[in-house]
């Protein structure tokens, strides 16, 4: 992806997401303006990731006047496709408020014709500028997708289905929990390059309109960063 933060804050595979100097920090709800580049979306989530990181949220845009300026429409200016675990909300993991993002979750980023539809619509329709696939440490649907794979037993129900789609992104250069990491990084990498071919998307990325960027979450230092 040509996107990113130039400078010494440039995005990088243990990098945070993107700069985030006080400067870039909303000073209230009413300040706030949506983000209307790539490069804009991706240094307000570095920012938000920056203030949940250091307790510092601002938990904005829950006022009733915002809450009230929705009804009649709504202007995200990130998709985020995440994992359905329930340590990694987006909108506190990068404080942000109603109206900011449109998040679409399914257990492990696997896509499918209604994950790919939501997708499109928050870029299509929406005009987002910026699709963020967000991995996270110790994701258990890739564990399980790994355990699965090395054991031979098919997972109960539709769970299989996930695990299916996560096999082919696993990393058998690796043992054990290294294996399990490793896979983490790869899906998120697959997912990422998945979306930025779909031929719409694509479009879009060519024009400078739309990055689709890949990112994962530290359960322990609740850091997002890039990954390459």
């Known amino acids: 992806m040509r996107y990113g933060l130039t400078g010494a804050a440039a995005l990088g595979t243990?990098?945070?997401?993107?700069?985030?100097?006080?400067?870039?920090?909303?000073?209230?709800?009413?300040?706030?303006?949506?983000?209307?580049?790539?490069?804009?979306?991706?240094r307000?989530?570095?920012?938000g990731n920056r203030?949940?990181?250091?307790?510092?949220?601002?938990?904005?845009?829950?006022?009733?006047?915002?809450?009230?300026?929705?009804?009649?429409?709504?202007?995200?200016?990130?998709?985020?496709?995440?994992?359905?675990?329930?340590?990694?909300?987006?909108e506190l993991v990068f404080d942000q408020g109603l109206g900011d993002l449109m998040t679409v979750r399914s257990a492990g980023e696997?896509?499918?014709?209604?994950?790919?539809?939501?997708?499109?619509?928050?870029?299509?329709?929406l005009d987002i500028p910026l699709v963020l696939v967000l991995g996270h440490q110790s994701c258990g649907a890739v564990k399980a997708?790994?355990?699965?794979?090395?054991?031979?037993?098919?997972l109960p129900a539709h769970i299989q289905y996930i695990a299916d789609r996560i096999a082919p992104n696993i990393d058998r250069t690796k043992e054990g929990d290294a294996r399990v990491d490793s896979t983490i990084d790869a899906n998120v990498r697959a997912v990422r390059v998945a979306l930025a071919a779909e031929p719409d998307l694509a479009a879009k990325v060519a024009a400078g309109e739309l990055a689709v960027?890949?990112?994962?979450?530290?359960l322990t230092s609740q850091l997002v960063h890039r990954l390459a």
Do not use: M, N
């Open 44 to 47: 307000e989530l570095s920012a």
């Open 145 to 154: 997708a790994v355990a699965a794979d090395e054991s031979g037993e098919r």
């Open 14 to 42: 243990t990098a945070a997401l993107g700069a985030a100097s006080a400067s870039a920090t909303p000073t209230s709800p009413t300040s706030r303006h949506r983000p209307g580049t790539p490069e804009e979306a991706l």
């Open 51 to 90: 203030r949940w990181r250091t307790f510092r949220q601002r938990h904005p845009d829950e006022s009733p006047a915002v809450r009230q300026s929705l009804t009649s429409g709504q202007h995200p200016f990130a998709v985020v496709l995440g994992c359905i675990d329930s340590r990694v909300p987006p």
């Open 213 to 218: 960027v890949g990112a994962r979450y530290e």
């Open 110 to 125: 696997v896509l499918d014709e209604a994950v790919l539809g939501s997708v499109a619509y928050g870029v299509l329709e």
